[in-house]
């Protein structure tokens, strides 16, 4: 078969559904880190707003916004996740409005929300606009939309096509940006870009690896987020910060975000 007539690897409904049945239990599964309820509440308060999650993935970004007071939404296809979203919901006494639907044609009227937020979505995509600029028409005016991704420039992403190419990976199919091809895509939804974040793999891609092995090969689990002395941890807390104030170091991320504003 030559390359033209080759089937496109996508990412499918069954594969996370399959992937949020297998990690229901979230207390071994890797978080944000609460990345993203914490790059939006640096651009201010969320008490009052409405604020939307698009592909919600756990959801646990949502409930910490939820928690500060945010009117909050997530859209999601994958009716497990949704559940998942709902028991979290149910155990904090939070209100999460649920919605199943196309990130793509989204319920809602425009300039519905004050900000819209998404992570582990975008790259999914092989064309990364017609999300983004649906994600844009439910921004009002003055709002924020957060859009979080992997970054190109990591080991992560040579473990990640490895596994594509050999039709290992999780989800089938995915991309990956530079904060400089993210910051265009989101210019090119009609958004004015306000700033570009990173975060690096904490543990690291090695750790999670080896945990992992372990874990299949063996039987034996190592904690999932290993802390060393309080005074360590603030230490490379207060380093990774300084550094994360020049844009190179963007380069060597983990993941990025990139802050739009709706004119």
């Not at 990173?198 to 034996?220: D, S, T």
């Not at 230490?235 to 004119?263: F, S």
């Amino acid at each position: 078969m030559d390359r033209a007539s080759a089937p496109r690897r996508v990412s499918t409904l069954d594969h996370w559904e399959s992937y949020w049945r297998s990690h229901a239990n979230l207390e071994q599964t890797y978080s944000t880190g609460g990345r993203l309820a914490r790059e939006i509440q640096h651009e201010g308060p969320v008490k009052g707003h409405r604020v939307l999650e698009v592909g919600a993935g756990s959801g646990r970004d949502t409930l910490a916004l939820a928690r500060a007071g945010a009117t909050a939404v997530v859209v999601d296809y994958a009716p497990m996740s949704l559940e998942l979203v709902a028991r979290q919901a149910r155990d904090q006494g939070q209100r999460v409005a649920l919605v199943r639907a196309d990130a793509l044609a989204m319920p809602f009227r425009e300039g519905a929300f004050d900000v819209v937020f998404h992570q582990g979505l975008l790259e999914h995509f092989r064309d990364p606009r017609p999300l983004l600029r649906e994600c844009a028409r439910v921004t009002g005016r003055g709002g924020r939309m957060i859009v979080d991704v992997p970054q190109t420039f990591h080991p992560y992403t040579l473990m990640k096509q490895l596994l594509i190419a050999l039709d290992r990976w999780f989800a089938g199919w995915e991309r990956q940006f530079t904060p400089a091809e993210l910051e265009r895509e989101v210019a090119a939804a009609g958004l004015a870009v306000r700033r570009t974040y990173g975060e690096w793999m904490v543990p690291g891609l090695w750790y999670r690896v080896a945990r992992e092995v372990l874990k299949r090969g063996v039987k034996i689990t190592l904690p999932l987020e290993p802390r060393g002395p309080a005074w360590w941890q603030a230490l490379w807390d207060r380093l990774r910060a300084r550094a994360l104030r020049h844009r190179a170091a963007l380069y060597t991320c983990h993941v990025i975000g990139t802050v739009g504003e709706k004119p």
